[in-house]
């Protein structure tokens, strides 16, 4: 399977606890988002890798919040003290440097599912 | 900042054609996309415009009207494997210079036979 890979699929965690999501993207895209999706809700944007650089982080994203993408390929989110509105879909998508500008087509992966209890 | 609007839900019957709206208000606008999600799947790319007009891909088109923030998906000979959510998602400026989505709330296709 060459899409996008996210792991874990479901988290369970109880409130306070820290969470780590990774995000493998298409072997050859240099950009990666992380979205947030809750139920009847579109994507909600969180952060954009360009290669290892992170690029932009939401405006309304919690200091709780962090993620890294430090060579370039693979992407961790990390979420600490987690609280239970954090509980969402957690998604992550890549597109390819050619498709900027372009067609901007953005491959999603099947996404973290993650409850706070 | 940005808003979106579009249709929360939308029915027709297989065989026929179906037009979901999305209307924005954004600064620094620079192209509009839409993705189909089926329930429990991952959104997958349908269009992207960047310039007034329409755009076909099959049996679905896309339109866009800069100077009216105004775009629509047209979807044709409807299908039951078209029932799914439909989000508009508009690309403007992040603070670090980049060019990042905001989606909408999603318009729900049901198909009928």
């Known amino acids: 399977d060459t899409g996008v890979s996210q792991n874990p699929r479901h988290k369970i965690t109880k409130r306070g606890q820290n969470v780590t999501f990774r995000c493998d993207p298409i072997?050859?895209?240099?950009?990666l988002y992380w979205y947030r999706q809750t139920l009847g809700q579109g994507p909600e944007f969180l952060t954009y890798f360009q290669n290892e650089a992170q690029l932009e982080k939401s405006r309304l994203l919690s200091d709780r919040f962090s993620a890294e993408r430090p060579k370039g390929s693979f992407s961790t989110l990390e979420i600490q003290r987690t609280e239970q509105g954090d509980s969402a879909m957690y998604l992550c998508?890549?597109?390819?440097?050619?498709?900027?500008?372009?067609?901007?087509?953005?491959?999603f992966g099947p996404g973290t599912r993650l409850t706070v209890l | 900042g940005q808003s979106l609007e579009q249709p929360s839900e939308v029915t027709a019957v297989e065989g026929a054609i179906v037009q979901i709206n999305c209307t924005y208000q954004t600064s620094g606008f620079y192209g509009l996309s839409w993705y189909q999600q089926h329930d429990g799947g991952a959104p997958t790319f349908l269009s992207y415009n960047a310039l007034d007009g329409l755009e076909e891909t099959g049996r679905f088109s896309s339109f866009l009207s800069r100077s009216d923030s105004y775009g629509y998906l047209l979807l044709q000979e409807l299908q039951m494997k078209d029932s799914a959510s439909y989000f508009c998602?508009?690309?403007?400026?992040?603070?670090?210079?980049?060019?990042?989505?905001?989606f909408g709330r999603g318009t729900s296709l049901i198909v009928h036979p």
């Open positions: 998508a890549s597109s390819h440097p050619l498709a900027a500008g372009k067609y901007n087509e953005q491959f």
């Open positions: 072997s050859e895209h240099n950009r």
């Open positions: 998602a508009v690309y403007s400026m992040g603070v670090g210079g980049s060019y990042i989505p905001t």
